[in-house]
């Protein structure tokens, strides 16, 4: 696609329930970052694909969040028995990989709100 | 101290003229610098990048880098109202194991007032 696409744009869900985040990169990106960013901050790292490989997930809270790319295109970020401080825009960025100065390109981001 | 610092703001400059945004960082490993805009309800988007000691101007916008002081800069000339948004000073330090973590701050909030 011509953009980084993120699905759903907004989320509401009761505490304790599970959700699932959708990103869709940039057609030919290799590589594939989530981020979280609350009001007032700037983006906060999550984890980071390199095709289908799961190479950097420091940024992952805890055990509750999980990430994946099975095919190397799609990604999935899911939150189970999700929490009010869970609540935040959760970014999709995508970059053509390799050490080329790592330009990230955004998505529109998943607003989640757990009530 | 935060890995990147950057004044929250709001910083307010006049129509025309110069706004200039500062970020420092404590990681002297880091190899590469980006600059961010962030309008409002919107998805941060890369305004420039820069990789060496010393200027790099695109535009309007010109980056300058201290790695020796570790400090970074983003200077807007002939500021325009379209221009007010948050800037994030973001940077890459490349870690082992194939990790390419972009750390940013947490942004400062321009205002150009017509």
């Known amino acids: 696609g011509a953009g980084v696409s993120q699905s759903p744009r907004y989320k509401v869900t009761k505490r304790g329930q599970d959700v699932a985040l959708r990103c869709d990169p940039i057609?030919?990106?290799?590589?594939l970052y989530w981020y979280r960013q609350a009001l007032g901050q700037g983006p906060e790292f999550l984890t980071y694909?390199?095709?289908?490989?799961?190479?950097?997930k420091s940024g992952l809270p805890n055990d509750r969040f999980s990430a994946e790319r099975p095919e190397g295109s799609i990604s999935t970020l899911t939150i189970q028995r999700t929490e009010q401080r869970d609540s935040a825009m959760y970014r999709c960025?995508?970059?053509?990989?390799?050490?080329?100065?790592?330009?990230?390109?955004f998505g529109e981001g998943s607003w989640l709100t757990v009530v | 101290q935060k890995e990147v610092e950057q004044n929250s703001g709001p910083l307010s400059v006049p129509e025309g003229a110069i706004a200039s945004l500062n970020c420092t960082y404590s990681?002297?490993?880091?190899?590469?610098f980006f600059w961010y805009r962030q309008y409002s309800g919107k998805s941060p988007e890369l305004i420039m990048s820069?990789?060496?000691?010393g200027d790099k101007e695109d535009g309007r916008f010109t980056a300058q880098l201290n790695k020796a002081s570790q400090y970074v800069s983003l200077l807007i000339r002939d500021s325009q109202p379209s221009d007010s948004a948050t800037y994030l000073c973001?940077?890459?330090?490349?870690?082992?194991?194939?990790?390419?973590?972009?750390?940013f701050g947490k942004g400062t909030k321009l205002s150009v007032i017509p």
């Open positions: 960025a995508s970059s053509p990989g390799g050490r080329t100065g790592n330009t990230i390109y």
């Open positions: 057609s030919g990106h290799v590589s």
């Open positions: 820069i990789y060496s000691n």
């Open positions: 973001a940077l890459f330090r490349g870690g082992g194991a194939g990790s390419y973590q972009l750390t």
């Open positions: 694909f390199n095709y289908e490989a799961q190479q950097d």
């Open positions: 990681d002297r490993g880091s190899q590469s």
